[in-house]
Protein backbone atom coordinates (compact mmCIF):
# COMPACT_ATOMS: atom_id res chain seq x y z
CA UNK A 1 0.00 0.00 0.00
CA UNK A 2 1.39 3.23 -1.19
CA UNK A 3 0.51 6.19 0.56
CA UNK A 4 -0.34 9.29 -1.02
CA UNK A 5 2.12 12.37 -0.11
CA UNK A 6 0.30 14.64 1.98
CA UNK A 7 0.66 18.90 1.63
CA UNK A 8 0.66 19.31 5.78
CA UNK A 9 2.61 16.26 7.67
CA UNK A 10 0.55 15.00 10.75
CA UNK A 11 2.80 16.31 13.47
CA UNK A 12 1.92 20.30 12.29
CA UNK A 13 -1.22 19.09 12.68
CA UNK A 14 -1.17 18.62 15.46
CA UNK A 15 1.29 21.18 16.53
CA UNK A 16 -1.63 23.80 15.30
CA UNK A 17 -4.52 21.64 17.18
CA UNK A 18 -2.43 22.38 20.24
CA UNK A 19 -1.91 25.93 19.76
CA UNK A 20 -5.28 26.40 19.75
CA UNK A 21 -6.55 24.37 22.67
CA UNK A 22 -3.51 26.71 24.91
CA UNK A 23 -4.42 29.64 23.39
CA UNK A 24 -8.55 28.38 24.52
CA UNK A 25 -7.50 27.43 27.77
CA UNK A 26 -5.63 30.59 28.22
CA UNK A 27 -8.75 32.76 27.33
CA UNK A 28 -10.75 31.10 29.62
CA UNK A 29 -8.00 31.50 32.37
CA UNK A 30 -7.60 35.49 31.58
CA UNK A 31 -11.08 36.20 31.41
CA UNK A 32 -12.31 33.84 35.14
CA UNK A 33 -9.25 35.55 36.73
CA UNK A 34 -10.19 39.09 35.73
CA UNK A 35 -14.17 38.78 37.26
CA UNK A 36 -12.39 36.87 40.28
CA UNK A 37 -9.92 39.98 40.73
CA UNK A 38 -12.61 42.56 39.99
CA UNK A 39 -15.05 41.05 42.77
CA UNK A 40 -13.63 41.89 45.59
CA UNK A 41 -11.78 45.18 44.78
CA UNK A 42 -15.84 46.53 44.11
CA UNK A 43 -16.57 45.06 47.79
CA UNK A 44 -13.60 46.91 49.09
CA UNK A 45 -14.92 50.02 46.98
CA UNK A 46 -18.36 50.17 48.79
CA UNK A 47 -17.19 49.06 51.88
CA UNK A 48 -14.75 52.17 51.76
CA UNK A 49 -17.17 54.21 51.09
CA UNK A 50 -19.78 53.37 53.62
CA UNK A 51 -16.93 53.67 56.24
CA UNK A 52 -16.46 57.16 55.24
CA UNK A 53 -20.03 57.69 55.79
CA UNK A 54 -20.04 56.06 58.95
CA UNK A 55 -17.27 57.04 60.31
CA UNK A 56 -17.01 60.23 62.33
CA UNK A 57 -15.99 63.46 59.87
CA UNK A 58 -13.94 66.21 61.23
CA UNK A 59 -15.89 69.12 62.30
CA UNK A 60 -15.95 72.30 59.53
CA UNK A 61 -13.33 75.22 60.52
CA UNK A 62 -16.32 77.85 59.88
CA UNK A 63 -19.39 77.03 61.71
CA UNK A 64 -21.29 80.24 61.66
CA UNK A 65 -22.13 82.68 59.21
CA UNK A 66 -20.39 85.28 61.45
CA UNK A 67 -17.34 83.06 61.09
CA UNK A 68 -17.65 83.17 57.56
CA UNK A 69 -17.63 86.85 57.12
CA UNK A 70 -14.91 87.02 59.21
CA UNK A 71 -12.96 84.92 56.94
CA UNK A 72 -13.79 87.26 53.92
CA UNK A 73 -13.10 90.33 55.88
CA UNK A 74 -10.04 89.09 56.43
CA UNK A 75 -9.19 88.40 52.83
CA UNK A 76 -7.32 91.12 50.96
CA UNK A 77 -9.87 91.96 48.36
CA UNK A 78 -12.36 91.03 50.76
CA UNK A 79 -13.53 88.01 48.59
CA UNK A 80 -13.16 84.34 49.56
CA UNK A 81 -13.29 81.94 46.56
CA UNK A 82 -15.79 78.12 46.55
CA UNK A 83 -13.17 75.74 45.69
CA UNK A 84 -15.95 73.03 45.71
CA UNK A 85 -18.65 71.77 47.08
CA UNK A 86 -18.73 67.84 48.91
CA UNK A 87 -22.30 66.64 48.69
CA UNK A 88 -22.19 63.79 50.65
CA UNK A 89 -20.72 65.83 53.67
CA UNK A 90 -22.96 68.99 52.70
CA UNK A 91 -19.89 70.92 52.87
CA UNK A 92 -18.61 73.91 51.01
CA UNK A 93 -14.84 74.20 50.29
CA UNK A 94 -13.07 77.38 50.15
CA UNK A 95 -9.49 78.11 48.17
CA UNK A 96 -7.25 80.68 49.34
CA UNK A 97 -4.10 80.74 47.76
CA UNK A 98 -0.74 82.70 48.20
CA UNK A 99 2.43 83.69 46.83
CA UNK A 100 5.26 81.19 47.51
CA UNK A 101 7.51 83.72 49.00
CA UNK A 102 4.75 84.73 51.50
CA UNK A 103 4.76 80.86 53.01
CA UNK A 104 8.15 80.39 54.52
CA UNK A 105 7.52 76.63 55.85
CA UNK A 106 8.10 74.16 53.43
CA UNK A 107 4.78 72.73 52.76
CA UNK A 108 4.14 69.77 50.88
CA UNK A 109 0.39 69.74 49.00
CA UNK A 110 -2.11 68.36 52.15
CA UNK A 111 -0.38 70.25 55.15
CA UNK A 112 -1.78 72.42 57.37
CA UNK A 113 -0.16 75.28 58.59
CA UNK A 114 -0.87 76.59 62.01
CA UNK A 115 0.83 79.55 64.40
CA UNK A 116 2.95 78.19 67.05
CA UNK A 117 1.73 79.08 70.63
CA UNK A 118 4.70 80.16 72.12
CA UNK A 119 6.65 82.32 69.32
CA UNK A 120 3.62 83.23 66.98
CA UNK A 121 5.89 81.89 63.65
CA UNK A 122 4.41 79.91 61.23
CA UNK A 123 4.86 76.28 61.55
CA UNK A 124 3.50 73.50 59.76
CA UNK A 125 1.15 71.00 61.94
CA UNK A 126 2.45 67.34 62.33
CA UNK A 127 0.61 64.54 61.26
CA UNK A 128 0.90 60.56 61.82
CA UNK A 129 1.99 59.86 64.70
CA UNK A 130 3.74 63.13 65.49
CA UNK A 131 0.78 64.53 64.97
CA UNK A 132 -0.80 62.55 68.09
CA UNK A 133 1.89 63.40 70.17
CA UNK A 134 2.10 67.29 69.47
CA UNK A 135 -1.75 67.37 70.27
CA UNK A 136 -1.54 65.47 73.55
CA UNK A 137 1.18 67.66 74.92
CA UNK A 138 -1.10 70.48 73.12
CA UNK A 139 -3.75 69.17 75.68
CA UNK A 140 -1.31 68.65 78.40
CA UNK A 141 -0.02 72.22 78.53
CA UNK A 142 -3.91 73.17 78.28
CA UNK A 143 -5.35 71.59 81.12
CA UNK A 144 -1.77 72.76 83.14
CA UNK A 145 -2.92 76.51 82.34
CA UNK A 146 -6.52 75.58 83.35
CA UNK A 147 -5.41 73.64 87.03
CA UNK A 148 -2.55 75.93 87.90
CA UNK A 149 -3.05 79.47 85.90
CA UNK A 150 0.13 78.99 84.12
Known amino acids: MKQTPRAVPGWALQFIVGIAIVLIAITLFTALLGTAVRGPGQFFEELGRTVARVAPQPEPD?????QVRALI???PEGKARVGSIVEEQDRVVFTV??????????????D???LNRATGEVEIVPT????????LQQAIESLKQRFFGR
Open 128 to 135: GIPGVVDR
Open 97 to 110: TADRDAVKAAVKPG
Open 62 to 66: LRSDE
Open 112 to 114: ELR
Open 73 to 75: RAM
